[in-house]
């Protein structure tokens, strides 16, 4: 995964998304806050993700390897969710 090419989003839904920037498909869905999200970022080595909730926890995710390691649009997963 290169920066730019993914986004992640978290709201009130309480859920993380990995997106792909370009094609606007949503590539992992994380559940675990039990309130809305208020803050994520990639760390610098995009193998990590955190987020912190308005219930106060902050979690760590592993980008799925095969969102990282994805070379094209044919290598990526089809979406779905991978925690729920």
């Given at each position: 995964?290169?920066?730019g090419?993914?986004?992640?989003?978290?709201?009130?839904?309480?859920?993380?998304?990995?997106?792909?920037?370009d094609?606007g498909?949503?590539?992992?869905?994380?559940?675990?806050h039990?309130?809305p999200?208020?803050?994520?970022i990639?760390?610098?080595?995009?193998?990590?993700?955190?987020?912190?909730?308005?219930?106060?926890?902050?979690?760590?995710?592993?980008?799925?390897?095969?969102?990282?390691?994805?070379?094209?649009?044919?290598?990526?997963?089809?979406?779905?969710?991978?925690?729920?």
């Amino acid at each position: 995964m290169n920066e730019g090419e993914y986004f992640g989003s978290g709201g009130s839904d309480r859920l993380v998304r990995i997106w792909a920037y370009d094609e606007g498909m949503n590539y992992y869905v994380g559940v675990g806050h039990s309130g809305p999200i208020t803050k994520m970022i990639f760390a610098p080595d995009q193998k990590t993700l955190v987020s912190v909730g308005e219930e106060g926890a902050i979690f760590v995710w592993n980008v799925p390897e095969e969102v990282r390691e994805a070379r094209n649009d044919g290598d990526l997963p089809t979406g779905g969710n991978k925690n729920a």
